[in-house]
């Protein structure tokens, strides 16, 4: 087997892994979305190393990982979180891509947004007992 399969095949197995489709892996990483049709149908016989950086970036693994034969059948890949929607691909994606500064300033404008919300959550749950409360008396 070659080092161009294997990386296909882990390049697929991660695809699976986090539940996305070869569209979505390819305009997220920043490559052609014919990327990887073209290697099955022969087009291109090896990848580019540029595409394979920024593939890897978008999965966050190393480029050991994708050369490597043995992650296409080994489990280690789990990341801590299961994103589910396409959307929180692209935003983690995106934030990955932030440099340092970048990063801080959007977790505070998160953490200020969950601050909020939480607040709300409170006053509503607050409300809706005092509400109970005069509904009670009456």
């Given at each position: 087997m070659t080092t161009d399969e294997i990386v296909y095949l882990n390049l697929v197995h991660l695809i699976e892994k986090n539940g996305i489709n070869e569209r979505v892996c390819t305009g997220c990483a920043g490559v052609s979305p014919n990327?990887?049709?073209?290697?099955r149908k022969g087009r291109t016989?090896?990848?580019k190393i540029r595409d394979l950086i920024k593939?890897?970036?978008f999965?966050?693994?190393?480029?050991d990982?994708?050369?490597?034969?043995?992650?296409?059948k080994d489990e280690f890949f789990r990341p801590t979180y299961k994103l589910k929607s396409r959307d929180e691909k692209v935003l983690l994606y995106a934030f990955k891509k932030l440099?340092?500064?970048g990063r801080i300033?959007?977790?505070d404008a998160i953490?200020?947004?969950?601050?909020?919300?939480?607040?709300?959550?409170?006053?509503k749950i607050l409300k809706k007992k005092s509400d109970r409360k005069l509904a009670e008396k009456q």
């Open positions: 990327y990887f049709v073209n290697y016989k090896h990848f593939l890897a970036a999965f966050d693994v190393s480029l990982y994708l050369c490597q034969y043995k992650n296409t440099d340092p500064v300033n959007v977790s953490n200020a947004e969950l601050a909020e919300t939480k607040k709300r959550e409170k006053e």
